[in-house]
T-cell receptor, first 112, second 113 residues
Framework: NAGVTQTPKFQVLKTGQSMTLQCAQD?????MSWYRQDPGMGLRLIHY???????DQGEVPNGYNVSRSTTEDFPLRLLSAAPSQTSVYFC???????????FGSGTRLTVV | GDSVTQMEGPVTLSEEAFLTINCTYT??????LFWYVQYPGEGLQLLLK?????DKGSNKGFEATYRKETTSFHLEKGSVQVSDSAVYFC????????????FGKGTRLHILP
């Protein structure tokens, strides 16, 4: 089925470990973003991309890196995991500026 | 900068009651406005949208009208069902170069049978 696919769905990391959260979409969407969702905080933008080869920071980028080598993929890298990065992470994409985002089903990350 | 403010929850209603969830925004220009819904354990789903002043978005019995004069986009439904229990997010898509979607903090809705 067409949509946004995130892997893994669940992950437990130890403090200091690194990992990559995968996000792929097969809708040929130009715009992609990563959000984190924390209780009482709503969704906060981590990084976003307006097309292949173009990325920029959101409001909470520290501790995360992204790249966009293809239109389809937008991985999020945690460089050195910290307990403060325990959260649910959502990837989202959209075809054009005025359209709504299609969200993935999320990755629940726990850092111990 | 651009921002979205929505009423805090939780909101608890009986089945068949009328629902209003307030949302106001601050933005430059004419942003697109959205309501998303998140059911337990799932990602966000687009519920409805409006792209210009006086537009009305509607879906699954929910409606919201883009009011430029009051900078509001309130969500309404005439008769809620237990299955409408979820978290609802108001959002805008910035017309600035950064092209961000900015979300409110969400309103949790509980519908009692």
């Amino acid at each position: 089925n067409a949509g946004v696919t995130q892997t893994p769905k669940f992950q437990v990391l130890k403090t200091g470990q690194s990992m990559t959260l995968q996000c792929a979409q097969d809708m040929n969407h130009e715009y992609m973003s990563w959000y984190r969702q924390d209780p009482g905080m709503g969704l906060r933008l981590i990084h976003y991309s307006v097309g292949a080869g173009i990325t920029d920071q959101g409001e909470v980028p520290n501790g995360y890196n992204v790249s966009r080598s293809t239109t389809e993929d937008f991985p999020l890298r945690l460089l050195s995991a910290a307990p403060s990065q325990t959260s649910v992470y959502f990837c989202a994409s959209s075809l054009y500026r005025g359209s709504g985002y299609t969200f993935g089903s999320g990755t629940r990350l726990t850092v111990v | 900068g651009d921002s979205v403010t929505q009423m805090e929850g939780p909101v608890t209603l009986s089945e068949e009651a009328f629902l209003t969830i307030n949302c106001t925004y601050t933005a430059t220009g004419y942003p697109s406005l959205f309501w998303y819904v998140q059911y337990p354990g799932e990602g966000l789903q687009l519920l409805l949208k409006a792209t210009k002043a006086d537009d009305k978005g509607s879906n699954k019995g929910f409606e919201a009208t883009y009011r430029k004069e009051t900078t509001s986009f309130h969500l309404e439904k005439g008769s809620v069902q237990v299955s409408d229990s979820a978290v609802y997010f108001c959002a805008l898509r910035s017309m600035n170069r950064d092209d961000k979607i900015i979300f409110g903090k969400g309103t949790r809705l509980h519908i009692l049978p």
